[in-house]
């Protein structure tokens, strides 16, 4: 007496979501692996990026297909559970982030939060530094990162690294 196949959420190892999802597909395992057209700002980075980094959902009937078969597979760290119990992923969670992704996707895929120029005036919204006006000095190769120039205490400009979340374009600059 077979169960009706349900989605379940497998935690892969960093990196590896494309190597396990083509892996699944080869042994006809239904597998959905969100991901999502961005617009990187180093044209040799990645183009298409996982939308939950770490995770695949798999959609199987587990007294058919052994847990074994995910827990050994080249890649994966654990099936998401609850204890000893796999954890369901409800089939409209699935279907809801397919028409996410779709909706992304027919507005051109998801672009740098701002775009910012060498020679900003950058204003600090987060971390160890939030408050402080920095000048942007370039985007950092493959990451969604910033290098600014800070100046701290009257001496010469010190180069920080930041998230691109961490940081805004200040309103008052002229080049606006």
Do not use: C
């Amino acid at each position: 007496m077979s169960k009706q196949k349900n989605w379940y959420a497998l935690y892969v190892k960093p990196h590896k979501e494309r190597s396990v999802y083509r892996s699944l597909l080869d042994q006809s395992v239904e597998t959905f692996f969100p991901s999502i057209k961005v617009k990187p700002t180093d044209p040799r980075t990645a183009k298409v990026r996982p939308y939950f980094p770490g995770y695949i959902f798999v959609h199987v009937d587990l007294e058919e297909t052994e847990i074994n078969t995910f827990k050994w597979m080249p890649g994966v760290h654990r099936m998401i559970s609850f204890g000893d119990t796999p954890a369901i992923v409800p089939a409209h969670f699935v279907d809801e982030l397919r028409k996410h992704l779709a909706m992304i996707e027919e507005a051109g895929g998801l672009q740098p939060k701002q775009a910012f120029e060498t020679g900003d005036t950058i204003k600090i919204t987060g971390g160890l530094f939030e408050g402080y006006e920095a000048i942007f000095d370039v985007y950092l190769p493959g990451k969604e990162r910033v290098q600014l120039l800070l100046m701290f205490l009257g001496s010469q400009p010190k180069r920080i690294k930041l998230d691109v979340d961490q940081v805004e374009k200040k309103l008052d600059d002229p080049k606006l």
